[in-house]
C-alpha cells in the first residue's frame, strides 16, 4: 500500500518522481541558468506576468519527446501540442525490459488559469488511483519557471517546470505525505529527436519535409 501510494507523487509532468519514494532515491538536480544561444538569458514568446493571464501557448515548448535517466530506469515522456484549450502527454518508466507505470496527463485551460490533472495505470491500464485524478493549479510564472500546487493534499503539495536551455529543463516536486518527513524531489529531462528525425531547437522537435 505505501508504494502504491507513492506512486501518486507524479505530475509532468513528470516524471518518475514516485520512484524517489519507492525506491528511496533522491538524485541531484542539475544547476539551472536559462538563456539564448549566445548564452544572454532569453525569455518565451508568450511571458505571462501572473497564472491568471497564462494561456497553454506559455507551455507550447514542452510539444515532443523528453528522456530522463535515474540510475538502471529511464523515464519518458510524449506531449502533444496545445489544442482546444488542453495540452494531453503520456510518460513511462522502464527499468530492464519491465515498464514500471505508464501515466496519462493534461493541462487545461480554464477562465482563471490553468489546471494539470494526472493519473497513474499498469502496462494493461488498471488504475493506481482509485479516487478522481491529481489536481494541480498553476501559481506561478514567468519565461522560466512554472509553479503548480495542491489544495488537496501533499502527494505532491507543488510541482514545477524550469527551462534549463531550449531541449532542456527540470522537474521538481514537494512531496509532504501523512505520516513521515516531507521530500524535495528533481529530475532533468533532455528533449528526444521526433521519431524519424534529428532534434532540432524552438518549442519542439518536428520530422524534416520530404
Same mark, same amino acid.
Given at each position: 500500500m505505501r508504494a502504491k501510494k507513492a506512486f501518486r507523487v507524479l505530475p509532468v509532468l513528470a516524471l518518475a518522481l514516485f520512484l524517489a519514494v519507492w525506491l528511496g532515491h533522491s538524485p541531484r538536480a542539475f544547476a539551472y541558468q536559462q538563456g539564448s544561444k549566445n548564452g544572454a538569458p532569453a525569455t518565451d514568446s508568450t511571458p505571462a506576468s501572473s497564472p491568471s493571464t497564462a494561456n497553454l501557448e506559455n507551455f507550447a515548448w514542452l510539444e515532443g519527446r523528453w528522456k530522463g535517466e535515474w540510475g538502471p530506469r529511464i523515464a519518458e515522456q510524449v506531449? =502533444?501540442? #496545445?489544442?482546444? +484549450?488542453?495540452?494531453?502527454?503520456?510518460?513511462?518508466?522502464?527499468?530492464?525490459?519491465?515498464?514500471?507505470?505508464?501515466e496519462f496527463f493534461t493541462l487545461v485551460q480554464k477562465p482563471d488559469g490553468i489546471t494539470f490533472y494526472f493519473r497513474h495505470f499498469t502496462p494493461s491500464l488498471a488504475p493506481w488511483e482509485k479516487s478522481d485524478a491529481t489536481v494541480l493549479n498553476l501559481t506561478s510564472i514567468d519565461a522560466k519557471k512554472s509553479v503548480f500546487e495542491n489544495s488537496a493534499n501533499g502527494m505532491p503539495k507543488s510541482a514545477s517546470w524550469t527551462r534549463l536551455d531550449q531541449d532542456t529543463y527540470l522537474y521538481?516536486?514537494? =512531496?509532504? #505525505?501523512?505520516? +513521515?518527513?516531507?521530500?524535495?524531489?528533481?529530475?532533468t529531462y533532455k528533449r528526444q529527436a521526433a521519431f524519424g528525425s534529428a532534434v532540432s531547437g524552438g518549442n519542439a522537435a518536428h520530422p524534416k519535409k520530404p
Open positions: 506531449w =502533444l501540442s #496545445p489544442k482546444a +484549450g488542453v495540452m494531453e502527454g503520456m510518460f513511462r518508466v522502464l527499468e530492464s525490459d519491465k515498464t514500471l507505470v505508464i521538481h516536486a514537494q =512531496l509532504v #505525505p501523512e505520516t +513521515g518527513d516531507p521530500q524535495e524531489i528533481e529530475i
